[in-house]
């Protein structure tokens, strides 16, 4: 039963977008929206730099009982820290290395960051990208025959397993996968990447399969029970009611009429779950030996290589941000009443 | 569709159809033997307009969507045959189904706004079957798509094809719903409701527009709904449905004119009329839901003529009269029914009155938007005073920012000749206790997971008027002044029909001791039938404790029952004013005569 609403509806009684106010109108909001993501960042750096300052002295650490003795290296150390200077001014130095691309020397060998972790970078990134390309199809075709058989057998095999699968951490499912595909079982794919110190693991095709399996295997549960949860809603709608009612063919009501509108939470979940896995799956890696930022991060915190840190904390942070934004923009262009908001 | 003006009716080629038969349908649960719908028997023929009407429960949306041999999850067709040139479609295998569905038998739903899909534009949704199913080019399809929009008076253009739901209005919403029905020329139609929550004028407009078009093409049409006053402008024929039965049937004339079943007049006396203020009044009880429904005749428990043999041996459907069929034992022996019954004198428009509440040069405006414009009435105490018009009159806002609700508003509210200010918030408690608010949809605002005792109560504890023990007993004393059985005291609201959660409502307001109830909307979406009792409870309150009422609705026939004074609002301004008698019988202003002359009647 329609109620008419209690409050007037701007977008109901409001003419539909023109075309000319429309672009203008994107540009003000992407433009909000990227301000508010450079203000979340540099919200991020100020904390970022006030966590590793917080950590104690850093030269101390690394020299450890060479602290007293070798005070030439302490110097040279705490000159490349910046001891002597006050935290805001040091604060401001890092950030306006970090404006112009410039991320700081590491203390552990010397060398420039960006140079140590652009490759380590790229290696998750890809990671990412690949496992993004199996898991979100394999998601959402796994969530539409979980909806289309609701609560009847398969539903249930399928959720039951998918259950499994998200209560099993990510490394024992590796560990199994590495056990069936590659030494107990079968042996069909290396069970580590070896990459060479230019080269980058994706070299060797056969060596990416188990690392991006393992990685779908841990996020797909997520995105498909939410997925199958939104789905499960719109088909229970009066629009899929009425198409099935118009007879358009079931397959047309789950993919046309239903996925579209079921769309939009499964985006912000493979956001999540996608920046979860950018923020680096330290065991995943550890197990197959993947070159990756987590890894890295983690040896970095051990050698109290406050740049490494630093860098790798702000990358992190950025990509989240990114993929977060780009799930609300693609959110956005897929909910016709947010978008025409917005335009008109 | 060759030609783009509906009444060009010879222009189109009638064609020859056998309309409908429906054969001892019936629909049952899954997993227990119980019967949703049973011993449905029903002709559709030609051209021919039958309107299947009954209170919720009663199993009419289940009829109409069993004839596309459709269920809702938990049902199933369980009996019958649905025959359509002697196919039945009960037993098609569920490919031709769907394949029927649409071309030859399509169907209109009951929400405007939710019936569209809101991410495909409305010129797609059009000519979406017509494209799976490779029927004609694109081109063809897209100017059947304009034709069939032409036919249902909307506008034709790029620009509109392009739309999503939301940027429609209700009425426009449904007429695409309609034009989208129609586009494949279906044999039978299935109008689920397409009315229900559209105001007068846009509800006169579908309706002549569903008439012309099922006149023109000869299709045969099911018009499913709750109000026998909208069916007696459309249909041919009537069917009264009751708990999953016909009770009665028959041509639409001698249903108005000699009802012989009681629920048929029962549901007559709670319609209100136009022409006269009637003492509404509904049917005690509520339908029995599937599985409790009493032995015997169904509708015993709430009949007024019941005798024992009506709870012991179940009736069939007996001929009254040639076509009029009636399912009552005592057809004959309970007299003639009067349309005249229950009218009352119309609220004296020279009664002296005592205005508590003033209303002076109020504007309303959401952020720049301007959407009341200078109103000034009031209301005396003991009054109802109704805000009519259509939607995005400004009805509601008006009445919002009397309540507080709204605070975005300048002008002078007084109540007892001391200004209010804008917000409820800033308002003194004695204010906010004195003047009480009830919501239109009574599913959105009780709270479900508190019990009816808990809701009624929290007035009284919020304002210090009683608590504890006293408080209970209070709450039990307006439960019966509501007629709530105290047995539901310990109900979540989520186990109360409409109708009786409307009731809680009235209590919560009643519990604060308020002397102006702002009523918005509050029978719209319930049953004709549960409005009138809600109408004959409001009448009670009004007599007894001296309540004002500010009563929003869009219906101009129960302002006439209710109210003593009406302001008729357009587009934020109020066009018309005055005691009822004035305004309905003398009417002044063309806006006032457009929305009688569109409103539904029955006299």
């Known amino acids: 039963m329609t109620l008419e609403a209690t409050l007037p509806d701007p977008l109901a009684e409001g003419a539909p977008p023109r075309g000319r106010s429309g672009g203008a109108a994107w540009a003000l909001w992407l433009a909000r929206r990227l301000g508010l993501a450079v203000l979340t960042l540099w919200l991020v750096s100020v904390v970022v730099f006030l966590a590793t300052a917080a950590l104690g002295d850093p030269v101390r650490a690394i020299l450890g009982r060479d602290y007293e003795t070798n005070v030439a290296r302490r110097e040279q150390l705490e000159a490349q820290l910046g001891v002597g200077d006050s935290i805001v001014s040091r604060y401001l130095d890092w950030l306006g290395g970090l404006v112009t691309g410039d991320f700081g020397t590491s203390l552990a060998n010397q060398l420039p960051v960006w140079e140590q972790i652009s490759s380590t970078v790229a290696n998750t990134l890809v990671l990412v990208l690949l496992s993004a390309l199996v898991m979100i199809p394999l998601a959402f075709g796994i969530a539409m025959i979980s909806a289309h058989f609701r609560r009847r057998r398969p539903d249930t095999v399928i959720q039951t397993i998918l259950l499994a699968l998200a209560g099993v951490p990510e490394f024992v499912t590796g560990i199994l996968l590495v056990a069936l595909l590659s030494t107990s079982v079968f042996h069909v794919f290396p069970a580590v990447t070896i990459s060479t110190l230019d080269g980058h693991p994706w070299d060797e095709p056969k060596g990416m399969v188990l690392p991006v399996a393992t990685l779908v295997l841990a996020v797909t549960p997520y995105v498909s029970r939410i997925v199958r949860a939104t789905l499960l809603e719109v088909l229970d709608s009066d629009y899929v009611e009425l198409a099935r009612l118009k007879g358009i063919p079931e397959a047309v009501v789950m993919r046309k009429h239903a996925l579209l509108n079921a769309i939009v939470p499964g985006i912000q979940v493979i956001a999540l779950q996608l920046a979860w896995l950018a923020g680096g799956v330290v065991l995943v890696e550890t197990l197959f030996a993947y070159p990756g930022v987590g890894k890295q991060l983690v040896d970095s915190v051990r050698n109290h290589d406050v740049p490494m840190v630093q860098a790798l904390s702000m990358i992190i942070a950025g990509v989240y941000i990114v993929v977060n934004l780009v799930a609300d923009v693609l959110s956005i262009l897929l909910t016709p009443r947010a978008r025409t908001a917005i335009s008109s | ?603």
């Open chain 2, 1 to 603: 569709m060759a030609t783009t003006t509906p009444d060009a009716g010879q222009g189109h080629e009638v064609r020859a159809t056998t309309g409908l038969i429906i054969e001892d349908l019936g629909v049952s649960l899954t997993g227990r033997e119980v019967d949703v719908v049973d011993d449905i028997d029903l002709v559709l023929k030609p051209g021919e307009v039958v309107g299947l009407v009954g209170e919720s429960g009663s199993g009419k949306t289940t009829v109409g969507t069993s004839l596309l041999n459709y269920s809702r999850a938990g049902a199933f067709i369980s009996s019958g045959k649905v025959l359509l040139e002697d196919r039945d479609v009960l037993k098609m295998h569920w490919k031709e189904v769907r394949k029927l569905r649409g071309e030859e038998i399509a169907y209109v739903p009951q929400d405007p706004a939710s019936a569209l899909n809101p991410s495909i534009r409305i010129g797609k949704q059009l000519v979406e079957l017509q494209q799976l199913r490779g029927i004609g080019t694109s081109e063809s399809r897209l100017q059947a798509a304009r034709d069939g929009l032409a036919e249902v008076g909307l506008p034709t253009d790029d620009e509109f094809l392009k739309r999503y739901a939301h940027q429609l209005s209700g009425g426009q919403v449904q007429r695409v719903a309609l034009a989208m029905a129609f586009l494949p020329k279906p044999k039978v139609l299935v109008l689920d409701e397409p009315t229900t929550g559209l105001d007068v004028t846009t509800q006169k407009m579908v309706l002549d527009t569903m008439a012309e078009l099922c006149r023109a093409y000869g299709v045969s049409a099911l018009y499913v709904t709750h109000d026998l006053a909208v069916v007696a402008n459309i249909a041919d024929r009537v069917a009264v449905m009751y708990a999953g039965q016909i009770a009665e049937l028959g041509p639409r004339d001698t249903i108005f004119a000699n009802p012989a079943h009681p629920y048929t007049r029962a549901l007559l006396d709670s319609i209100p009329h136009l022409s006269q203020a009637r003492a509404l009044k509904g049917i005690p009880g509520r339908t029995p839901s599937p599985g409790r429904r009493p032995d015997g005749c169904r509708f015993n428990d709430r009949c007024a003529f019941v005798v024992d043999r009506c709870r012991q041996e179940v009736p069939e459907l007996r001929t009254v009269a040639p076509e009029h069929e009636a399912r009552c034992h005592r057809v004959g022996e309970i007299g003639t029914w009067d349309i005249n019954l229950g009218t009352v004198p119309d609220a004296d428009p020279e009664k002296p009155r005592d205005v508590i509440l003033s209303v002076e040069r109020l504007d309303v405006f959401y952020g720049r938007k301007h959407v009341v414009h200078d109103v000034s009435f009031n209301l005396a105490k003991g009054e109802v005073v109704a805000l009519v018009g259509e939607s995005g009159s400004g009805k509601t806002t008006i009445s919002r920012s009397v309540g507080g609700l709204h605070k975005d508003w300048t002008g002078d509210i007084t109540f007892e000749g001391r200004r209010l200010a804008n917000s409820a918030r800033r308002r003194s408690a004695d204010d906010r206790r004195r003047m009480q608010y009830i919501f239109q949809n009574p599913y959105l605002s009780l709270n479900p997971r508190l019990s009816i005792e808990q809701i009624i109560k929290r007035p009284m504890e919020l304002f210090g008027l009683a608590k504890g023990k006293e408080a209970t007993e209070r709450v039990v004393e307006l439960m019966g002044q509501v007629a709530l059985g105290s047995q539901m005291l310990h109900y979540p609201a989520s186990r109360l029909s409409g109708g009786e959660r409307q009731r809680v409502a009235i209590a919560r307001a009643l519990a604060a001791e308020p002397d102006v109830m702002i009523c918005d909307e509050i029978t719209s979406a319930l049953d004709v039938s549960v409005q009138g009792s809600i109408v004959e409870l409001l009448e009670g309150l009004r007599l007894e404790r001296g309540i004002s009422m500010l009563f929003v609705t869009h219906n101009l026939a129960l302002v006439r029952s209710i109210a003593a004074r009406v302001e008729i609002l357009q587009a934020g301004r109020v066009v018309e004013a005055g005691s009822v008698v004035t305004v309905m019988d003398t009417p002044q202003q063309d806006y006032t005569r457009k929305l009688l002359s569109n409103s539904p009647r029955i006299d």
